[in-house]
């Protein structure tokens, strides 16, 4: 039984371990960690003498002595494992780097205990025990290798008595410690036979002073720098051949102990791992608890969470994650103490097909993770065409036909949101960061036109009255091309970093604890009622309390639960697999009347006896039904009557949801053109329906051989924006891009008021065609979702004839048919980017002319307040004092969005500061101050240097004016009298509101 009580004598050692910590450790640490490349001596020294045996204790090797024999002793529990992990956290709580770089023998020393006979445990661990520092390291990384043992290209070659190594290992920690600075030794992963893959990796034993070792660089790194990390490299290198741990016999390429005892020491480690994150996390902690000391704040806890301040939640919650991360240590290293492996999986379960061979091999693979061992996995399908699919991933698992690997390329979204965080950390010139994000594979080929539309974009090129997130999220000077930040772009970078999108999902929580159960649909919270009882893993949930972003529940294992639903997206299957599938089809059809069936779908596609007639069935019925399947050369048209009488038309494509999508627009298109009626269209993996309302002209069978590549092109371009599927991508890239950023940090934002926030922004930019999230939309619907490419590729196909079209009408659907409309009851359930209800209330739009009769041609602007429509005046002219300028580069945004303003104007847009920002601006030439004519003469407004262009081309090149000249004082041009603005001044901006100037 694990006890997670720590025992007196653990309590001891973390107690005596954290003094030293505190007073050795953390008043060098800044020392050393300045001072890079230098090792504390005296600490190291008398970590030596006085820990020796401790330390290397905690790094998994034990130091035992030979006492003879003593008097049986009452049996103790054994806690090696948890005071090594107790230990690394205090150590790591004074300082990483530090901790990192005490002598010890580390990695090489815990497997060379793992897989060492007891001569050579004896031979390489006896050293750790002496009175000077002495290091131990591994070398696993190669530069092409990185972690992939199967990829290693280091090389040991048995000559005579000797082992000849020859490679270069990269990223070797203490391996300058252990070479140079001491006595110690580097354990070497290298091949005896490439050709046994990881069969055929040894661990060697290197020593001190080897000739043909040598360390030819010593990384600069950016933290934990008092730990040296070295390269390697081996050129004949030659070492006694009894160094190899293990068996240097290559007896099965399928199995090696040796491999095996080898990634052993990982599993010995990984615990401790955990406990030096724990003790960084909890210096962290610490820290900031003495600084909010320091400056009076006092936390006050057992008060309910509503009733603390946003700081109080925030160390509150850093406190509960730090102890919620302390307990999976404490599970690890006291599952070790019992020899229990908690990462051993013998057989993986997956409910349906999982819908890629890559997804296959991925879950399948989680079993049998030891080299030696076979992973075995069970597919449980739900229907037949699950087991069609299924079957063809079977087969193509056990061919290890892998569909390619397509990385997505130029995501304009991403790249806004990048670019945020970079010029939140520090300038940069705008040249230098194209060419740092071109340096990223998938910005390669970045074109610099979308580069710069993004910046001007970011830069607020697109005017923010019609839309309030379109405001500036950083500065560019174009004129020295230079990024600057905007107060609150860090905070916006950090807030909403990263690219998975927001799914509207309620956390679960329990009432007593706070704990985390799981989470639910929006959709599903909605309709669900305090008392109603759900099932939720294996249990059943009362709810408690809804609020804004948690549910809150309590146990209900009492009440029969309800079922919980999820709007999830499955992933549509992949081209590669849908030919596959197709292929799989074709070839069981032409089978169907060999003896030899049964039998080889076993063989090649790992199926059961139930799952073979299940197969057989199903394309017997197909063949039966309409004379031929819809496979990788054949298409199939059916159209058929539903219960309704009404005619639907089904396309038979096993090509997958992303082709059958982009295929499905483009039919949408041409048959509204030829019926003057628009069908709903519905697609899924297998095909696309086509649903008719009383069509009084008969089904245009002949669009599918009629439409072309270049004519299916044109008509998605046309029909994708007005798609669900454009209206959902395009939050979630607007999202990405920083333009729809969280209410408040950590603060759930309502699922429906993004989807509508989406719906406005997407409404006020269709009219830029260049608007960088409309174009990234479009591509990320044309390749990451839809398949275009292959569309196309199908529909050349179709008219060379290599793919045949085969209509076939039928009063009621076939079987297949039949199966694919149940399918899409769901589809069309969930289909757009918004609940039904929330659907409907899009129909309760107001009537304006009929409102304005029912209040007696009152004008609409009338009901509102004069004090509102000045304080929103205020607000979107910048002079109300929550919206002026906090910083230069918001005046200049100010500037740009209101157009040319006089000096009193600007100031009053600004804060105490303004004629210091205008100052500044002006000497940098990011602002010039001209005379503009008008009416009663010249009036000195200032203009953004970019449009200066812009205004001569109004107004004429800029002319002397009457106050060019005058002594405008040592205050440069901010002294000049100059005229006075007019109030009425033809160049002040127009309120939005009443259309005063």
Known sequence: MIDFELSPRIKATKNMIHMFAESAVRPVARQYDEQEHEKPWDLLNMVQKVMGGGVAGAFGTEKKEDKGEEEPKEKKPKETNLAGAVTVEEIFWGDAGIALSFPGPGLGGAAVQASGTPEQKEKFLARFSGDKPVWGAMAITEPEAGSDTANIKTTAVLDGDEWVLNGEKIFVTSGKSALEDSEGFVVVWATVDRSAGRAGIKPFVVEHGTPGMQITKIEDKMGIRCSDTVSISFMDCRIPKENILGSPEVVDKTKTEGFKKVMATFDATRPLVAAMAIGVGQAALDFLREYLTEEGVELRYGINPHRMTSLERDVMQMEADLKGGRLPALVGTSSLELGIDIGSVDLVVQIQSPKGVARGLQRVGRSGHMVGQTSVGRIYTTHREDVMEAAAVAGAMLRGEVEPTRVPENCLDVLAQQIVAAVSVEDWPAAALYDLVRQSYPYRDLPRSAYDEVLAMLAGKYPREIYRELRPRLDWDRAADRLAALPGSAYLATGNAGTIADKGL????????????????????????????????????????????????????????????????????????????????????????????????????????????????????????????????????????????????????????????????????????????????????????????????????????????????????????????????????????????????????????????????????????????????????????????????????????????????????????????????????????????????????????????????????????????????????????????????????????????????????????????????????????????????????????????????????????????????????????????????????????????
């Not at 030829?674 to 297998?686: C, G, I, M, T």
């Not at 008719?692 to 924006?721: H, N, V, W, Y």
């Open 506 to 997: 309620y956390s679960v929580h329990t009432a007593e604890g706070n704990i985390k159960v799981g989470e639910l649909d929006e959709e599903f919270v909605y309709e669900r009622q305090v008392g109603d009882v759900f099932a939720l893993g294996s249990r059943s949930w009362r709810i408690e309390r809804i609020a804004d972003d948690r549910v809150i529940v309590s146990d209900g294992s009492r009440s029969l639960p309800m079922t919980p639903f999820w709007r999830g997206d499955l992933p549509w299957r992949p081209y590669e697999l849908g030919a596959e599938v197709g292929r799989f089809r074709r070839l069981v059809a032409e089978r169907l009347q060999d003896p030899g069936a049964m039998e080889w779908l076993c063989r090649e596609h790992a199926l059961d006896e139930n799952s073979v007639r299940n197969v057989l069935s199903y394309v017997r019925d197909s063949m039966q039904a309409v004379g031929a399947i819809a496979s990788d050369r054949t298409i199939i048209v059916e159209h058929c009557r539903d219960a309704l009488g009404e005619p639907r038309l089904v396309v038979h494509s096993p090509f997958g949801a992303r082709v059958n999508g982009a295929w499905a627009l483009a039919l949408r298109s041409a048959v509204r053109e030829r019926l003057h009626a628009s069908p709903e269209v519905l697609h899924n993996d297998d095909g696309i329906l086509l649903r008719f309302s009383d069509a009084e002209q008969p089904l245009p069978l002949d669009l599918i051989t009629a439409l072309g590549p270049d004519e299916a092109r044109e008509r998605i371009l046309q029909e994708l924006p007005d798609s669900p599927l454009f209206g959902a991508q395009f939050r979630q890239n607007a999202a990405r891009a920083l333009l729809m950023p969280r209410s408040r940090r950590s603060r759930r934002t309502p699922f429906f008021l993004q989807r509508l926030r989406a719906k406005n922004l997407l409404a006020v930019t269709r009219q830029f065609p260049s608007f960088p999230i409309i174009v990234e939309t479009y591509r990320d619907c044309l390749r990451d979702v839809l398949d275009l490419e292959h569309l196309l590729e199908l529909l050349t196909a179709i008219q060379r004839g290599d793919v045949r079209v085969v209509s076939v009408e039928r009063a009621t659907p076939s079987p297949i048919a039949a199966g694919l409309l149940y399918q899409f009851t769901a589809i069309y359930m969930y289909e757009w980017d918004a609940p039904k209800a929330e659907r409907q209330l899009h129909a309760l739009s107001v009537d304006r002319d009929l409102l304005q009769e029912l209040v007696q041609e009152t004008a609409l602007a009338g009901l509102l307040r004069p004090k509102a429509l000045q304080e929103m005046e205020a607000s979107l002219q910048h002079t109300s004092a929550d919206r002026r300028a906090r910083s230069p580069e918001e005046l200049l945004a100010i500037l740009a969005e209101l157009g040319d303003l006089d000096t009193a104007e600007l100031l009053a847009r600004s804060g105490p500061e303004g004629a210091a920002w205008l100052e500044t601006l002006a000497a940098r030439g990011r602002i010039v101050e001209r005379a503009i004519p008008t009416s009663w003469g010249f009036v000195r407004r200032w203009i953004l240097a970019e449009e200066a262009p812009l205004y001569d081309g109004v107004f004429g090149p800029a002319s002397p004016s009457p106050y060019e000249g005058e002594d405008r004082g040592e205050g440069g041009c901010l002294n000049s009298a100059g005229v006075a603005p007019s109030p009425q001044s033809p160049l002040t901006p127009p309120s939005p509101l009443t259309g005063e100037r």
